[in-house]
Every structure is written in C-alpha cells, then in structure tokens.
C-alpha cells in the first residue's frame, strides 16, 4: 500500500508561480501523476514521471509552463508551476500507480492511490 500526501497549493495572482509537493511512502509504484478537477470539471492529467527512467510527460494546457521532478531520496515529487492563469484554478490531486505497465500515465484510471488534493487558486 502507498500513501500520498500532497502540500504546496494557495492563491496565487496570475502570472505567479506556485511549487506542489507530493510526498509517497515506500518505493512499490511504477509512475507518479498530478492531476487537478475544477468545479464542474473532469479530473484532467496535468504531469506524470515514470520511476523507470524518469520520463514525464505533460498536458498540453500545461505544456512549457509547468515543470514535474523528483527526489529519490525523499521519495518526494515536485509540481513546479510558472504563469498561472486562472484557468489553473482547481483541486491539485497527487497520485501513484503501483500496476504495470503503465500506458496512459496522463490518464486517471492507471493511477490505484490517491492523496487528499490541494486547493491552487489563480486570482487578481
């Protein structure tokens, strides 16, 4: 079993920046996924890394602006979001896969353990 605890979201005013952390216990999981869900909105795959070779992989709403990496020793994962717009507005979801292999790393169904999400909030 892995626990996932996400941290690092708030207000931010467009243009900003914001740094997400997910933090995941133990080492038995093949990917790590950001996802985030607005109001009325599906969840929407944001960033992926795969723990085989580091691969990631981005949404294109994303896409140049938003930065995912990794801490092996911490067993900790970063979102680093630049030029927030409000459009990013959503619950900040952090989630690993522990069944291989993994297809559609953007895709929430690949994904078996979820954290609690963070609020991220792009306002003037």
């Known amino acids: 079993q892995v626990q996932v605890v996400e941290s690092g979201g708030g207000w931010v005013q467009p243009g900003g920046s914001l740094r997400l952390s997910c933090t995941a216990s133990g080492s038995d999981y093949h990917a790590i996924g950001w996802f985030r869900q607005a109001p009325g909105k599906e969840r929407e795959g944001v960033s992926a890394i795969f723990m085989s070779d580091g691969s990631t992989f981005y949404g294109d709403s994303v896409m140049g602006r938003f930065t995912m990496s990794r801490d092996n020793v911490k067993n900790t994962f970063y979102l680093q979001m630049n030029s927030l717009r409000p459009e990013d507005t959503a619950v900040y979801y952090c989630?690993?896969?522990?069944?291989?292999?993994?297809?559609?790393?953007?895709?929430?169904?690949?994904?078996?353990?979820w954290g609690q999400g963070t609020q991220v909030t792009v306002s003037s």
């Open positions: 989630a690993a896969d522990t069944s291989p292999p993994v297809l559609f790393p953007l895709t929430q169904y690949e994904y078996d353990y």
